[in-house]
């Protein structure tokens, strides 16, 4: 399990302010800030993003969306792949994200709701232990799983087979 209240063990790795452009001969519009890619290269999976938006308006909530993009090859080609799974952010609050481990290294993509204006975006890292829950990991605890419903399975058709029902828990 990871400490989340610990300060210590966020580290700020990312900080920058994004301006919309006007659009010319239309006051008050704007042209919507494009796809941000984080400068960084994260090889920590637990990320807090913050998107601070400072002429918000009281009803807003939604404050844009991320995605894990990761280096697919030294093929220019193909470059980066940028994965399905998004996750939503939430306007002036930092959102807890923690990504797939798909690769050691990856990277962030932002992706801004066309009526922001003004954003301060925010990436703080975790950089205490990590949490304990990799692919291998949950293939190990589904195995596990699997295993007590084969047993499980496997003495409640021995038990039919001899007539005794009293120890499946049917309460007969």
């Keep these: 399990m990871i400490d989340l209240s610990d300060g210590t063990l966020w580290t700020k790795v990312f900080e920058q302010q994004y301006i919309a452009q006007p659009i010319p001969d239309k006051p008050g519009k704007f042209q919507p800030i494009p796809l941000i890619l984080f400068p960084n290269t994260f090889d920590v999976h637990v990320v807090a993003i913050s998107c601070v938006v400072p002429n918000s308006k009281p009803t807003w ?8 993009t990761i280096r697919a090859t030294n093929d220019s080609d193909i470059g980066y792949f940028n994965l399905s799974k ?8 930092a959102t807890l994200v923690q990504f797939e481990e798909y690769s050691i290294y990856f990277r962030i993509l932002y992706l801004a709701p066309e009526w922001f204006s ?3 975006l925010s990436a703080w890292v975790y950089t205490g232990t990590p949490p304990t829950n990799t692919i291998e990991e949950r293939l ?4 596990i799983q699997l295993d007590r419903i ?3 399975i ?3 058709n021995s038990n039919s087979s001899t007539g005794i029902l009293g ?3 049917m309460g007969i």
């Design 61 to 68: 909530s939604y404050g844009g969306k991320v995605y894990q």
């Design 86 to 93: 998004n996750y939503n952010l939430r306007i002036n609050e």
């Design 118 to 120: 003004e954003i301060f």
């Design 140 to 143: 190990e605890n589904v195995e």
């Design 150 to 152: 084969e047993y499980k």
């Design 154 to 156: 496997d003495s409640i």
């Design 167 to 169: 120890d499946t828990g």
